[in-house]
């Protein structure tokens, strides 16, 4: 079979995939860096020269170099951080809430405090955290408790953003005011402890070889 002849957009999208490779070439950067330096000491011409881009690309895409650590900062948790589907919401929490309390020790998950301490002097940014990081976690939340309010595990008339607050408030609190450590067991204590009330009366968990036969 001959070869078919380049479509007239080839050269588009050839400079859209070498846009593609910037961008993610800029946050690998940028995550490099900010696991070794505190959010303040990175800058824009270290980011550039590490990924092998000019800032006129950075800025580009973000009009300032904190806005490319919460994106960076944002993508490496959501790539290390899991959100389990067991057939259980308790079970569920329990594992993403040790996951997420992991991700916090790490290098790169000390920085939340720096983000926060950004958005104090810069009412801006505090915003732009709010809404591409902070937002963006809880509709990943959501998802696991719309899934145990539709098996019947939690009841309906429960708050939702009240109860995520119960649940990742404590871990946060920790985090910051750093008065308590940030362990599996105490993460699984403290969703046990909600879910001891947001449970619904009479809900009783699905064997695995139940919950298994309903995806057959």
Known sequence: MLQEMPLPDEPKSRGRQRSIEAEVAILK?????????PLRKVTADAIAKRAGVSKATIYKWWPNKSLVALDAYLAGMTERVIMPNTGSAEKDFTEQLQSVMTFYKSPLGRLFGQFIAEGQSDPGFLALFRERFLYARRDAARIMWRRGVDRG????????EIVLDLIYGPMIFRLLAGHGSLSDRESEFMVEAIFGGIRRPGYQASTKTEQDSKHL
Request: charged share 45%; glycine share 0%.
């Open 153 to 160: 595990e939690i009841r309906e008339d429960i708050d939702t």
């Open 29 to 37: 950067a940028t995550l490099y860096l900010l696991e070794r330096k």
